[in-house]
């Protein structure tokens, strides 16, 4: 197991190297993750409640009600965690100036010339 992570590791060295990015690239890829993920973890915690209130509806007796009540309440607590953490993405995003799917500006492209040739 150690050769196989040891071995990937160097087999993807090359492309670390050339991935050379600003911070604003990484935050926006970041971002572009956040972005893709919390809507379904959002849809998750939402089917989460509305398990929790079905199961309520058809609880019959009051154990059931109360295991029903405790789903609910876990429902709507990763639905506050969650459209929370997908706003202070956006925060984030809107304070740092990054937009979803934003390429950084190309640098210019001067040549590299030894010290003292102009």
Do not use: C, H
């Not at 087999?11 to 893709?36: M, W």
């Not at 809507?39 to 295991?67: D, N, S």
């Not at 639905?79 to 995003?93: D, E, K, Q, S, Y």
């Amino acid at each position: 197991m150690k050769k196989l992570i040891i071995g990937s590791a160097f087999a993807l060295f090359p492309f670390a190297v050339f991935a050379v990015e600003t911070a604003q690239q990484i935050l926006g890829r970041v971002k572009n993750i956040f972005d893709t993920v919390i809507p379904i973890i959002i849809i998750l915690a939402l089917v989460w409640f509305l398990w929790g209130v079905f199961r309520y509806v058809t609880a019959l007796g009051a154990e059931g009600m109360e295991k029903a009540r405790d789903t609910i309440i876990m429902g709507l607590v990763g639905l506050f965690v969650m459209v929370a953490v997908w706003g202070l993405v956006a925060i984030i995003g809107q304070t740092f100036g990054i937009t979803l799917g934003e390429r950084a500006p190309d640098l210019p492209q001067t040549p590299i010339l030894p010290p003292g040739v102009k």
